[in-house]
């Protein structure tokens, strides 16, 4: 049996973020359209005799309990009895705090590496629940793709990956905390919801600039991003609007060499600029 494994695990970018209720305990319930993309951290996991050690380069993040992947590793021991432990190494390229589910990836990288190192003791559904422990963009982020995402996020239905498209992503604003958001959205006397199911049907079609013309987010009219929005319109944006609970905002181009000219006139006025093209898959191994 394999002494260390490495995984990639990718990004996450909201095509569609609808609310559509709140649970007597707090937690939103959520329909949205989720879309991986190659933009991944690297996350090397060695088996130990016991304990959990993590440390992580590239981006700054918590290295104790309180990062997700540590998180991650610990229920995984704690469910499945096993005695071991795991020497864990993040190698971060996933921005942090930007909406892109990076702390979520993460912890869902460690579920498939423990797996794979302990004799995959769980089955993929059990990874799956165990995944939904940690946090509710978690299991999307452990298999990933283009998934219908409903339930306060965890219920999953896949759909056809995108084709033939790319992103922009700028990371402009400063994060607010995911909770403060939502009681933003709570005080809001109407939302906008989006078109989710017109999404779903122009994926399923293949359909990218109908696909373009029903992506949005409830998050968008919570933050200003009308200077990127002309950018990227001007370059062939097909739509523009927010990714999880912000501050990243992101262009869908149909057209790549579009894209490629929105990232560059976007960089001369923002750093954290990036192209990225959807993936059909959240976590793998290398
Ligand atoms: P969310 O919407 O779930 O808050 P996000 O996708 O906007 O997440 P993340 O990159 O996951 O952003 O970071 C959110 C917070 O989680 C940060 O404050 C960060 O310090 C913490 N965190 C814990 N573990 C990790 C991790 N492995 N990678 C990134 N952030 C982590």
Redesign the pocket.
């Known amino acids: 049996m394999a002494e260390s494994v490495t995984v990639l695990a990718n990004?996450?970018l909201n095509l569609s973020l609808d609310v559509t209720g709140k649970r007597p305990d707090g937690y939103h319930t959520v329909e949205m359209v989720m879309q991986s993309i190659d933009v991944c951290?690297q996350i090397n996991v060695a088996k130990t005799d016991d304990g959990i050690t993590l440390s992580?380069s590239g981006?700054?993040?918590?290295e104790n309990e309180?990062?997700?992947?540590?998180?991650a590793a610990a229920l995984f021991f704690e469910r499945s009895e096993i005695d071991g432990g795991a020497a864990i190494k993040?190698k971060?390229k996933?921005?942090?705090?930007?909406?892109?589910?990076?702390?979520?990836?993460?912890?869902a990288g460690v579920l498939l590496a423990l797996n794979e190192l302990y004799g995959n003791h769980f089955e993929d559904e059990e990874l799956e629940e165990l995944a939904a422990e940690l946090?509710?963009?978690v299991p999307f982020c452990l298999v990933g793709g283009t998934q219908l995402s409903e339930g306060i996020g965890s219920i999953l239905s896949p759909l056809p990956t995108l084709q033939n498209c790319a992103f922009v992503v700028v990371k402009a604003g400063d994060?607010r905390?995911?909770g403060d958001m939502y009681a933003k959205l709570d005080s809001l006397e109407e939302l906008d919801h989006p078109y989710t199911q017109d999404l779903v049907d122009a994926i399923c079609e293949g359909d990218n600039i109908d696909a373009g013309r029903y992506m949005s987010s409830v998050f968008d009219k919570l933050w200003e991003f009308e200077d990127i929005r002309e950018i990227m319109e001007d370059n062939g944006a097909a739509a523009v609007l927010v990714?999880?609970?912000?501050?990243?905002v992101f262009g869908f181009f149909p057209d790549e060499d579009n894209a490629k000219d929105a990232e560059n006139a976007l960089s001369d006025h923002y750093n954290n600029v990036f192209l990225c093209e959807p993936a059909d898959h959240g976590c793998e191994i290398d």
């Open positions: 990004a996450k951290d992580c981006e700054e993040v918590p309180q990062n997700l992947a540590y998180r993040l971060k996933i921005p942090v705090a930007a909406g892109l589910g990076g702390g979520s990836a993460d912890a946090g509710a963009d994060k905390s995911t990714t999880g609970s912000g501050p990243s």
